[in-house]
């Protein structure tokens, strides 16, 4: 599976929009690019995938370059309790369940 | 449709010690992945049973083991329990065929595991 690079940290304002990049060059055609945020001392949470369109569900929308090699998760409107550490991970949706988390992006969103 | 459930949530245990970990995944998974994460090392890949069979493994010692019942439900061990072993356990369920497909894995709440 690719690796990714994702910025340390991050804040953002209650009720803006949180706008989280990750970076992927070496993701191969295939593969697919999911996010997960863990709470503190909780198991990470599923939050959205995709493979090259752009989605959006309830909680978030993703948005994956044409080129694929970068995204960004875009949480709407940040409340407090969106203060997390957010993870993405490309796979292959096939063969290997082994998820290979990164260190992730922790974002803390201030009032 | 509930979501995946683990127990205990917590455990001290000592040195020496062998400990049971269980795992209910979300109906109508059939595969349960088990993860340790630790501050150091992150979240690393255990095992994953498919129909009561490992269909891959990590690069853990012989000391963990687990196992999946006809029901999907599944157990870890660990056997010999070290200081290191101290962690948060993970156990995480999808949706999967036998040609090895793979959909989004759902975690549960974690065991913690403290060693002393």
């Known amino acids: 599976d690719a690796k990714t690079t994702q910025p340390t940290s991050m804040d953002c304002a209650e009720g803006r929009a949180a706008n989280l990049p990750c970076n992927h060059s070496?993701?191969?055609?295939?593969?697919?690019v999911y996010w997960y945020r863990q709470i503190h001392s909780q198991g990470p949470q599923y939050i959205i995938h995709?493979?090259?369109n752009n989605e959006t569900n309830e909680m978030a929308s993703l948005i994956i370059t044409e080129d694929r090699k970068s995204s960004t998760l875009i949480l709407p409107h940040a409340t407090l309790r969106d203060t997390a550490v957010y993870y993405c991970i490309v796979r292959l949706p096939y063969n290997n369940n082994d998820m290979r988390f990164g260190a992730g992006t922790r974002l803390t969103v201030k009032p | 449709k509930a979501g995946v459930t683990q127990t205990p949530r917590y455990l001290i245990k000592t040195r020496g010690q062998q400990v049971t970990l269980s795992c209910s995944p979300i109906?109508?998974?059939?595969?349960v992945s088990w993860y340790q994460q630790t501050p150091g090392q992150g979240l690393q890949f255990l095992f994953e049973?498919?129909?009561?069979?490992?269909?891959n493994k990590g690069n853990f010692p012989g000391r963990f083991s687990g196992r999946q019942f006809s029901n999907s439900r599944s157990e870890m061990n660990v056997s010999t329990l070290e200081l290191g072993d101290s962690a948060l356990y993970l156990c995480?369920?999808?949706?999967?065929?036998?040609?090895?497909?793979?959909?989004?894995?759902?975690f549960g709440p974690g065991t913690r595991l403290l060693v002393l």
């Open positions: 109906s109508g998974h059939r595969s």
């Open positions: 070496t993701i191969s055609g295939n593969e697919y």
């Open positions: 995709g493979l090259k």
């Open positions: 049973y498919f129909s009561e069979t490992q269909r």
């Open positions: 995480a369920s999808s949706f999967s065929l036998l040609s090895g497909l793979q959909e989004t894995q759902y």
